[in-house]
């Protein structure tokens, strides 16, 4: 078997804590315990260990990472080992000293969540108030001279907020904003109904981004993550599965997805038992859908496999139970039906745009608690 070529993106989730309850959330539904989570050394040997094997850029996420008091020396490790480092962060507790702090340790970006460009929207979908501290932060960024990026995840709350939300990256100086429609795993299957938008939402929103884009070229950078369950076409799981990047969970648990600890029977490896370069090349893991060899008709004979791997391993599992079977949102999948039937029923949902405003979604926070009220809410 040939070896497979290394990776060169590391994911670092170094905790699942985090001070917002966002109803979209794509971690785990059993989260890692803080008592459970790799201590500092370890997380240094994480990038000593990733450098000597070629990864060149790390994500430092969460949860929130600024939770972690060791965040600094973790950045340094990676500094030091020559990975470029970007903060994934909510902005919620990231003053000045602390942002000062990780700049001199090696932090390169931040890369800021934003959910909605009204703040009111905003704090009820996170459900939690945030919105001004993810103003701040902002600012923070622009004056300590660092790259700042906005993500913001689509669905059926903020669609037609976008013009609003690129407005306020704009005003924010953020030089890229990735608009990424809602990924069905973890949390947000679990508020799929609330989440899911209907197709002409996503029309629009397309014909906004392409307005949008054409406006910015040259200014800030727009990108448009395209949604699962409404193009017939399955993108590739990662890039492929184990074929450029790797996830280190809190617990040191290594995966070639961060969705990939919902599927049963994948036994994933982890850094405390084994050197990363083992886990990449020879873990069961890894392998189990490393390529093409282990997929079944139609994928074996698709002319996309090699390009598209068969879609989300996840994701087939999710929705069928079996993540071996084709992507169900790929066109040619013998289980299209089921998205489709899911987004028939959002686009049944549709609400004319005369309408009177809708009450808000009925989410399902991962910590249920108040959330602030906004006009049309009760």
């Not at 704090?123 to 108030?129: K, N, Y």
């Not at 004979?301 to 994701?315: K, L």
Request: proline residues 8%; neutral net charge; hydrophobic residues 40%.
């Amino acid at each position: 078997m040939t070896a497979p070529p290394r990776p060169w993106a590391l994911l670092a989730e170094l905790t699942h804590a985090c001070p917002l309850h966002c109803p979209y959330c794509s971690n785990p539904l059993e989260l890692v315990r803080r008592s459970r989570e790799l201590a500092t050394a370890e997380w240094e040997e994480v990038m000593r260990q990733a450098a000597r094997f070629g990864v060149v850029h790390t994500h430092l996420s969460g949860g929130e990472p600024l939770l972690r008091s060791d965040l600094e020396a973790i950045t340094a490790a990676a500094d030091s080992a020559g990975i470029y480092t970007q903060l994934v962060t909510s902005g919620v507790g990231l003053g000045a000293p602390r942002l000062s702090a990780l700049a001199a340790a090696g932090l390169r970006s931040v890369q800021l969540s934003v959910q909605h460009a009204d703040p009111a929207a905003s704090d009820r979908i996170a459900g939690s108030p945030s919105f001004a501290a993810k103003e701040r932060a902002a600012a923070l960024v622009r004056d300590a001279g660092l790259p700042l990026g906005l993500n913001v995840v689509l669905h059926r709350d903020n669609l037609e907020a976008i013009d609003a939300i690129v407005d306020l990256g704009v005003a924010w100086g953020a030089d890229r904003i990735e608009l990424a429609n809602t990924q069905f795993h973890g949390w947000a299957l679990r508020n799929r109904t609330a989440l899911l938008p209907t197709r002409d939402q996503l029309a629009r929103a397309r014909d906004t981004v392409g307005r949008r884009r054409r406006q910015l070229v040259g200014r800030t950078d727009l990108v448009w993550v395209v949604p699962d369950y409404f193009d017939g076409v399955a993108k590739p799981c990662m890039g492929g599965w184990g074929a450029v990047s790797l996830t280190v969970a809190p617990d040191g648990t290594v995966l070639p997805c961060p969705a990939a600890a919902a599927l049963p029977d994948l036994d994933p490896p982890n850094i405390r038992d084994h050197p990363l370069d083992w886990i990449w090349n020879h873990s069961p893991g890894f392998n189990r859908y490393r390529g093409t060899g282990w997929m079944a008709e139609p994928c074996r004979s698709c002319a996309r496999r090699e390009s598209d791997f068969g879609g989300c391993r996840c994701q087939a599992y999710a929705l069928t139970g079996d993540a071996t079977r084709t992507d169900p949102a790929c066109a040619l999948s013998p289980d299209h039906g089921l998205v489709r039937a899911l987004a028939d029923d959002a686009h049944a949902d549709e609400v004319p745009a005369d309408a009177a405003p809708a009450a808000a979604p009925a989410y399902v926070y991962r910590k249920p608690r108040p959330v602030p009220a906004e006009r049309g809410v009760k």
